[in-house]
């Protein structure tokens, strides 16, 4: 059997332990990349929940995407499948009806997600396991796992390091990225609605219990829309997506220039989500990567031992030298398409705190360059990585 951690992919240094909520979803694919092919990161686990897809859906999605990077090994927990005060909203206008929509090559899971433990006990058993203040927990989807993993387990906030949470949108000039460019609407705030992000949206009601916690909001990085629509997936990182630069694997001397499986998967996700997201927001210049920015925090400034360093190692987010935030979701409201009966529910408010007190950490900006590197330098590991794989069994 192939060892899991080949000397080419060995952590070097201090590696950071992290569980990934998730429910992929196109982006999620690549914060999945991000979290086991990164040699910093060491992904515990995954708990699966509804969102992009219905729960069935993003599960199995999961498997097939650590199937696709060759981590079939990493347990997938089925989570919750519907908020607990609210019915399921789903985004097929954006990740088709599957949830991962615009490609034939992805493969099955060959392993069947995981039945023996309920996703909340695995994710605090998993957490709890690692020493104390050095796991993250990544939640990059509805915020229902999460809000009842720290209700049932609140000595978990305790524990972990850091909660990185990909949702909400803040507005009001906070960045000057784009939501939408559609005539008549640019001044839009969310997605989902004029003013709610879709991952606060599906449960608002669970969002505000993290944001709300002592213990939680000042170990929580959230990365807004404001942040990610600045990380877009541009034709350009598109071409870099499918070319390959693959080297020889263990001495071998042929080097196929033919794109991976993998980079051609990746590459029609990608192709699928710009489509819908210039028909939908008008976006035309590429989609934007949302959820892998939520890992990439764990590799940034925000995840640093000596308070915010910005040595050369560390991916930069801005987050004003310290500007912290009081974090408040509107839970009045119906999910539906009538804006009087839906108002402002899921909108995300935040009010700076005063500095030196704690609070939400909401970076303003990141290196996009940097980050890109990192998207590509992982999935060069992974080619390399499921390259050997075939080797070994050839």
Sequence with gaps: MLD?????????????PLWLDCDPGHDDAFAILLAVHHPSLKLLGIST??????????????????????????????????????????????????GLDGTDLLPAPTRPPMRNRNAIV???????????????????????NVGLLFATFPEVAEHVRGLSIMGGAIGGGFSHAPICKRAGDESRVGNITPWAEFNIYCDPESAQSIFSSPALAPKTVLIPLDLTHQVLCTPKVQSLILQTERQPVMGRSNVNLTPSVLRQILHSLLLYFAGTYETV??????????????????????????????????????????????????????????????????????????????G???????????????????????????????GNRN
């Design 122 to 144: 695995a994710m605090r058993d998993s957490l709890l396991e690692q020493p104390k203040n050095t796991a993250w927990l990544v939640a990059t989807g509805t915020l229902t």
């Design 281 to 358: 927001f008008g976006l035309d210049v590429g989609p934007p990567l949302h959820d892998p920015v939520a890992v990439a925090v764990l590799l940034s400034n925000l995840n640093s031992s000596d308070n915010g360093s910005s040595h050369a190692r560390y991916l930069h987010f801005d987050d004003r030298d310290g500007e912290r935030f009081l974090v408040n979701v509107v839970t009045d409201g119906q999910h539906g398409s009538d804006r009087k009966i839906t108002g402002e529910v899921g909108r995300t408010n935040a009010s700076p705190v005063e500095r030196g007190k704690a």
């Design 4 to 16: 899991q951690t080949p000397e080419f992919l060995s952590h070097e240094g201090q590696v950071t």
């Design 360 to 390: 939400v950490t909401i970076p303003r900006g990141v290196d996009v360059d940097a980050f890109w590197n990192i998207v590509l330098e992982c999935l060069r590991r992974a080619d390399d990585w499921n390259a050997l794989r075939v």
């Design 49 to 98: 929940v509804h969102g992009n897809g219905s729960l069935q859906n993003t599960t199995v999605n999961a498997g097939s995407i650590l199937e696709a990077i060759g981590r079939s090994d990493i347990p997938v927990y089925p989570g919750a499948a519907k908020p607990f005060c609210r019915a399921a909203v789903h985004a097929q206008d954006i990740h088709g009806v599957s």
